[in-house]
T-cell receptor, first 111, second 112 residues
């Protein structure tokens, strides 16, 4: 099935470092979403973005809705061991009910 | 308050069989959506139901069907199972807007 491109695919970082990941699409979306999934569990919604250019924070997480509406970025500041997991982006368009997830970024934090 | 619940947790089926998966949303949530997550990939959207009506459908064959009941719980049915249907099936419950979206733990389906 169709998936959005996420990069990097995986990353190892030291505790305390900042992390950046992005998601790109060939299609326009009117909503971008970021999720975190831990092993054996369902995804947890972290941030939802509804307008092009929107910048939204949730604690140490900050996400941006790209102005072209074809991309989005997620930053995690001062990473901690519990940030370990797989981060997924998703694009959503309500009119056509297109709802596409990304390929995921696997984050590992070294204490 | 209970979160999204799904049953069963795991099941094993044989090719050609049929399966029914169940989901109970968070109390007060009227929208339920279903996703298929193959190992190592992101979830794929299958269906979305709101107030017992189908509002969205992903790119899945007609072997996949779903329904939502008056109490807003939902069932996903898959007929004529194929080996490629082996996956984690996730259900999500949504309140007023996507910011109130919560996933259940999933049902792990193995087709042999």
């Amino acid at each position: 099935g169709q998936q959005l491109n996420q990069s990097p695919q995986s990353m190892f970082i030291q505790e305390g470092e900042d992390v950046s990941m992005n998601c790109t699409s060939s299609s326009i979306f009117n909503t971008w979403l970021w999720y975190k999934q831990d092993p054996g569990e369902g995804p947890v919604l972290l941030i939802a973005l509804y307008k092009a250019g929107e910048l939204t924070s949730n604690g140490r997480l900050t996400a941006q809705f790209g102005i072209t509406r074809k991309d989005s970025f997620l930053n995690i500041s001062a990473s901690i061991p519990s940030d370990v997991g797989i981060y997924f982006c998703a694009g959503f368009t309500s009119g056509t009910y297109k709802y596409i997830f990304g390929t995921g970024t696997r984050l590992k934090v070294l204490a | 308050d209970a979160g999204v619940t799904q049953s069963p947790t795991h099941l094993i089926k044989t090719r050609g069989q049929q399966v029914t998966l169940r989901c109970s949303p968070i109390s007060g949530h009227k929208s339920v959506s279903w996703y298929q997550q193959v190992l190592g990939q992101g979830p794929q959207f299958i269906f979305q139901y709101y107030e017992k009506e189908e509002r969205g459908r992903g790119n899945f064959p007609d072997r996949f069907s779903a329904r939502q009941f008056p109490n807003y719980s939902s069932e996903l049915n898959v007929n004529a199972l194929l080996l490629g249907d082996s996956a984690l099936y996730l259900c999500a419950s949504t309140g007023t807007g996507l910011r109130e979206q919560y996933f259940g733990p999933g049902t792990r389906l193995t087709v042999t």
